[in-house]
């Protein structure tokens, strides 16, 4: 049984235990979620290694870091190298987005190696075994059944992209950006027939029981540009993939539903209401959303921005941008700053919606920093290891270093350290 059908049952399972106390909730409440869709546990009979989580607006809002190669660019090893920074900065998910060379071993090896969910878009496989225009329902099928068979947990399939929908999106500035949704629209015009994803959805459904696959609906017409959003097309697509929620949940599938990409900051709140209100309140998983368009190189903060107001209004999980969003692959260190710019979006949401000892982290950075506990002010930093590399950096340019036993920063100094007068302040009123 899924996750879904043995919460309807009335019974705990171990993933529903794990993620109660991760989510400091009782496994009661955590039960009856998943049983009526609001929370899904990505969780794939095959994936061993898994610690599972639990993504839902009424949890800690999730981040999920893209990986993967390209065609023209990485390997399976930097990939695997993408995965290890992505887990210990803190991702909560990962996603294989990999074009190039041998996919299955490279999502074994991820497999392997991966302790959070894993997700991927078969799409990709499925144009790289079979070409741009010949496949169609088998293939589709005989990739999904493979992916799963290996362990993938959630898999993004863009079966709410209608044949209808193409016209609406082609009136666009810059048309459909999703890579899935334009191998489809262009798969569609070929051979003049419907999505093979939304025809052969009860099929990829009883794949995704059997191994408890859950199914992530794509947004393959989100707006790629401010130009783009909110229009006719996004919501078109919204309203069919609140649908097929529908769908998922009578056969007891999980599904979350993803998200816009580029959204001004005065449209975010409407966004994420539209598809509370249109996918019954499944868990809503979104790409930033980018907020301006014209700073490339610096994604990370405008889709971060984005993100952190997303969640704010309802968003169950960030995909996270990195500073080569819309210039490039991504490599390490980029995923190390997408990463720590959207763990940063998340809290900082979860700490606005007062959500269960969210700000105990902030509270106890905030005490180490009263008594100058380095230590411990890196020890409860987001990125810690960034935090002691630019306070020994500012150490190595003070003329005073050792002054005062650190007890200042080099931005004021001893004598300006309105810290370290607050103190002596406190200790006078003692008297």
């Known amino acids: 049984m899924t996750q879904m059908e043995i919460a309807r049952k009335g019974q705990i399972s171990d993933a529903v235990k794990i993620v109660a106390a991760k989510e400091k909730r009782s496994t009661e409440f955590i039960r009856r979620r998943v049983a ?8 794939n009979i095959n994936h061993t290694q898994l610690s599972p989580c639990g993504i839902g607006r009424e949890l800690f809002t999730k981040i999920n870091a893209n990986i993967g190669n390209s065609a023209v660019a990485s390997c399976g090893k930097a990939e695997r190298s993408k995965l290890e920074i992505a887990c210990r900065y803190g991702a909560d998910t990962v996603m294989d ?23 991927t878009v078969p799409i990709y496989e499925v144009v790289a075994r079979f070409g741009g225009e010949n496949f169609g329902e088998k293939e589709i099928l005989q990739v999904i059944s493979e992916q799963a068979e290996q362990g993938v947990d959630y898999m993004t399939i863009h079966s709410g992209l209608l044949s209808k929908h193409v016209p609406l999106a082609l009136k666009r500035k810059l048309g459909i950006v999703s890579r899935g949704g334009a191998l489809l629209a262009a798969w569609m015009e070929k051979h003049k027939k419907e999505n093979p994803f939304y025809t ?24 790629g540009c401010l130009a783009d959003s909110s229009d006719a097309a996004q919501f078109a697509e919204l309203r ?6 529908d769908r998922c949940r009578k056969a007891g599938v999980q599904a ?9 900051l005065n449209e975010i709140r409407m966004n994420m209401l539209k598809e509370r209100k249109l996918c019954g309140d499944a868990p809503f998983y979104i790409l930033g959303p980018v907020v301006t368009d014209c700073a490339p190189g610096y994604d990370h903060f405008t889709a971060g921005a984005g993100g952190m107001l997303g969640a704010f209004y309802g968003a169950a999980m960030l995909c996270y941008v990195t500073p080569k969003e819309h210039l490039g692959l991504p490599n390490p260190d980029d995923v190390r700053a997408g990463v720590v710019a959207f763990k940063i979006a998340a809290h900082a949401a979860d700490v606005a919606l007062k959500k269960p000892g969210a700000r105990a982290q902030d509270d106890a950075i905030s005490d180490a920093r009263q008594n100058f506990d380095w230590e411990a002010q890196f020890a409860n930093s987001i990125d810690p290891a960034r935090a002691r590399e630019l306070r020994e950096e500012a150490l190595r340019e ?10 200042y920063c080099t931005m004021c100094g ?11 302040l406190k200790n006078l009123l003692k008297r």
């Not at 071993?105 to 302790?115: G, Y």
């Not at 069919?240 to 929620?245: F, Y």
């Not at 001893?414 to 002596?424: I, N």
């Open 36 to 43: 009526d869709g609001r929370i899904v546990i990505p969780a």
């Open 414 to 424: 001893p004598d300006f350290c309105s810290v370290r007068l607050s103190a002596k």
């Open 240 to 245: 069919t993939l609140g649908e097929l929620v």
């Open 200 to 223: 052969a959805f009860d099929k990829i459904l009883d794949i995704c029981r059997q191994y408890d696959v859950t199914l992530s609906l794509g947004d393959g017409l989100r707006p």
């Open 256 to 264: 979350m539903v993803e998200g816009p990409g580029h959204v001004p």
């Open 97 to 119: 987005l990999s074009t190039g060379g041998d996919l299955g071993a490279i999502r074994r090896n991820l497999l392997a190696n991966c302790t959070i969910p894993l997700g």
């Open 398 to 407: 003070s003329s005073s270093a050792s002054a005062h036993d650190g007890k």
